[in-house]
């Protein structure tokens, strides 16, 4: 069953009006965006998902080796699913994800520690 389409924490609809559906690459992409993202440890029904991303410090000496590291932290629960690379973009960072069903990019924000 696909997950419906989340950007930004809000829903898109699609050509219908209706919720619109990922499935596939797609889905596992937005899956590994999401579980990145997330502070390890602060979803209530899950505590085991997320990651420490929201620690990251991007001058830290290796910040994008560290990034991807904490990225990885994030996807363990997800089979064959790896960040495999990091790199800063303006909206924080971008990472390229290698799944069983190809490779794609994902943006998480970068959250700072008060937020």
């Not at 937005?30 to 085991?48: H, S």
């Not at 994030?74 to 390229?96: K, S, W, Y």
């Amino acid at each position: 069953m696909a997950d419906l389409c989340v950007k930004e924490g809000v829903h898109l609809l699609g050509p219908t009006g209706l919720p619109r559906r990922v499935e596939g690459l797609e889905e596992l992409l937005q899956n590994a965006g999401m579980r990145i993202a997330l502070r390890r440890g602060e979803f209530p029904y899950g505590r085991e998902l997320g990651s420490g991303f929201w620690q990251w410090d991007s001058s830290e000496e290796h910040a994008l080796e560290r990034a991807a590291a904490l990225a990885n932290e994030g996807l363990l629960d997800m089979p064959g699913v790896r960040a495999v690379g990091a790199r800063e973009v303006e909206a924080g960072v971008a990472f390229q994800i290698d799944t069983p069903l190809g490779k794609g990019e994902v943006v998480v924000w970068r959250a700072s520690q008060e937020s």
